[in-house]
């Protein structure tokens, strides 16, 4: 499946710079004279903030099902309160996560089997799939590093180094799957030549 034109996400392990480069893709379409917004998962909604805070606070002991039915539900909303409407408005819509955080964080780093998520993303989502999905791959220490520089402790960032190295692993097998949809972007180097590059690639496929 080709994915959604004008739907565009943003994935990477913690510390990776998604949100920074989210913004600045958005500011560059804008400047262009697109209608273009920005959104993130979970969140982009106020139910989906909701969910977000019980996801991410630390004192939570969550079971990975209701971890995994959590970023669904979020999904749910989002999907339809924010990014169909955009998308039928022919508003460029760019989102900091989506479903490939599912599959890289609940499955290959939680282990919660591929297939469910899978025949969920079929209900919730279906045909609901970005045309062009930025990987921003980074070391995983080195993430966790940023992250710790910037106080950042919620229940992911808790979790150990081991956890992030699969996320990372899940991340690079995705974009080996679907290198068309998916591309590596390295992020270990300054947010202005992270942004040239994802620009340039922006233009390259919808010139
Ligand atoms: P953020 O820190 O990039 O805003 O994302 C919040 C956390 O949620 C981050 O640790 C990744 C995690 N996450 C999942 O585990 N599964 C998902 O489907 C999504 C969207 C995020």
Known sequence: MPGIKGFISLEGIEGSGKSTQVKLL??????KGHNAIETVEPG????????????????NHMDPLTE????????????????YPAILKKTIV????????????????RGVDL????????????????????LLDLDAEEGLRRNRQ???EDRFELEALEF?????????????????????????RSAEEVSAEIIKIVEEVWH
């Open 164 to 188: 992030h190295k699969r996320v990372r692993t899940g991340f690079l097998q995705i974009a080996k799957e679907e290198p068309e949809r998916v591309r590596v972007v390295d992020a270990s």
């Open 68 to 83: 995994l039915l959590l970023y669904y539900a979020s999904r749910a909303q989002h999907v339809r309160e924010v990014i």
């Open 26 to 31: 958005a500011g560059h379409l804008r400047a």
């Open 94 to 109: 760019i989102t900091d996560r989506f479903t490939d955080s599912t599959v890289a964080y609940q499955g290959y780093a």
């Open 150 to 152: 910037a106080r950042k």
């Open 115 to 134: 297939s469910l998520i899978r025949a969920l993303d079929e209900i919730v989502v279906p045909d609901m799939k970005p045309s062009l999905t930025f």
């Open 44 to 59: 982009g909604t106020n139910i989906g903030l909701k969910i977000r805070a019980l996801l991410l606070d630390p004192r």
